[in-house]
């Protein structure tokens, strides 16, 4: 009789080890990338629709999936109030800002909890990446939600994702969960493009540079996982003011210095994908 006990150490590994799953690639897609940090709060959704219009604005077809069930943003960010059509088989992508676009946001209420357990949340991630009518996208970008979960483990095991740009805040207390994503993904064999500091410091008015919540910590997590550190995106209030209105800054104002950041970041992953 074995009485070998089994651990958490155990159990984790268990589920978080790579295994022989054929990966997929999302129809009518080349190449996905998704948005993550496995903390929630530092600016991932706000990156992937600005990402997805730098995207755009330099030529390539795009798609933007809010992957975030439990609290989806694409709703609001891009202004959305209609719902996907539907064939019975497929829905179809809701188009704005030339960017194909689906969330679970699009399907509920805006104040409706989504009360799911995690076979649900998988189920929706299957529809939303396999019953879905993506049409020649270049790219699709997934705004993936917080922390290591089901979400996380669908998309890292089953689909073909082309690699990840990590999100963080400098602070301490955002790069401890930084750090368990960045070790999620190299177990699970999923490239990292580069981390990006997003709200790095503050400009005042008397043109000095306050870094609020911190400073340095993004780029020195990079450097101690070997990753490429991609750059930092200051605190600017219009970013919040146009996201609220759903015309993020990249479409309301393609000029704006902090427009011309995401077009750089969307010219690299350009670089390396075509």
């Avoid at 301490?172 to 990006?196: S, T």
């Avoid at 993004?218 to 219009?238: R, S, W």
Wanted: charged letters at 25%; a positive charge; glycine letters at 10%.
């Amino acid at each position: 009789m074995n009485d070998k006990k089994v651990g958490l150490s155990d159990t984790i590994k268990a589920k978080t080890a790579p295994k022989s799953f054929q990966k997929n690639p999302i129809p009518g897609t080349k190449y996905t990338i998704a948005i993550s940090s496995a903390k929630g709060g530092v600016g991932k959704s706000t990156f992937a629709t600005n990402l997805a219009l730098a995207l755009s604005h330099i030529g390539l077809k795009v798609g933007l999936l809010d992957a975030d069930i439990y609290g989806p943003s694409l709703p609001k960010l891009f202004s959305i109030n209609e719902k996907p059509k539907s064939d019975g088989q497929k829905m179809e992508p809701i188009t704005k800002y030339d960017i194909q676009c689906m969330s679970i946001g699009f399907l509920t209420e805006e104040q409706t909890p989504m009360i799911w357990r995690g076979p649900m949340v998988t189920s929706a991630i299957k529809t939303f990446t396999q019953k879905v009518s993506w049409k020649n996208l270049d790219i699709i970008i997934v705004d993936m939600p917080p922390g290591t979960g089901d979400t996380q483990l669908t998309f890292a095991q089953e689909i073909k994702m082309d690699g990840v740009v990590i999100i963080s805040t400098p602070q301490e207390i955002a790069l401890q969960d930084v750090k368990r994503g960045i070790k999620m993904f190299d177990k699970l064999k999923v490239k990292i493009i580069g981390l990006i500091d997003n709200m790095s410091y503050f400009v005042g008015d008397d043109g000095k540079k306050y870094p609020i919540f911190g400073e340095g910590g993004v780029k020195k997590t990079a450097d101690e996982f070997q990753k490429e550190f991609l750059g930092e995106i200051p605190i600017n209030p219009e970013v919040g003011k146009l996201g609220d209105q759903g015309t993020p800054i990249v479409k309301n104002k393609p000029d704006h210095e902090i427009s011309k950041l995401y077009i750089n970041f969307a010219e690299k992953i350009k670089s390396i994908y075509f």
